[in-house]
């Protein structure tokens, strides 16, 4: 009986439904991903997708600029514990999803100091930000000056 696991601390839906829905969420290219990838493009910006960044860590940048070494990283509100929106209470699995977030946190920071100390930038934007925002970022972050905005065009 020793080396029976623990029925009650498997993570379980709460309904055939959410099942369904849980288990078709996409990994990579989510709406937040592409809108951002269009507004990089849009801006003359060539890229990698779904990469590596370092070899040997095996964890993946949505978003890479190998020769810049900037990494860039949309993170989920509800996956990564966004402060404004991944903080409510769930009412299934509650005993699990706090340690699941924190350890995806751990997770974020680990991968962030292993790219710095490798000379990389990381940029993580949340998945509700304003795309032009994120965007701005990167670009300043590759050293361009070309920062444009949708406003800035209008004019």
């Known amino acids: 009986m020793k080396n ?7 993570p379980f839906a709460s309904s055939a439904a959410t099942h369904q829905r849980m288990s078709q969420l996409s990994r ?4 937040p991903e592409l809108a ?13 997708v779904h990469r590596r960044p370092l070899h040997d860590l095996r964890r993946e940048a949505d978003i890479v ?3 810049a070494r900037v990494a860039i ?5 509800f ?3 966004c402060p404004d929106h991944g903080r409510r209470e769930r009412q299934t699995n509650g005993w699990y999803w706090p340690e699941k977030i924190q ?5 974020d920071r680990d991968t962030d100091s292993k790219l710095q100390a490798a000379g ?19 670009v300043v972050s590759l050293g361009r000056n070309e920062v444009t905005t949708h406003a800035a065009q209008k004019q």
Request: charged share 35%.
């Open 28 to 31: 990579r290219d989510t709406a």
């Open 73 to 77: 990283f949309v993170d989920g509100c």
């Open 120 to 138: 990389w930038t990381s940029i993580r934007g949340w998945e509700h930000e304003a795309v032009a925002r994120v965007a701005i970022d990167i």
């Open 103 to 107: 350890r995806n946190r751990e997770r």
């Open 79 to 81: 996956w990564h514990g």
């Open 65 to 67: 600029f190998p020769k």
């Open 4 to 10: 029976m696991p623990e029925r009650w601390r498997t």
């Open 36 to 48: 951002l990838r269009r507004e990089l493009h849009r801006r003359g910006l060539r890229y990698f």
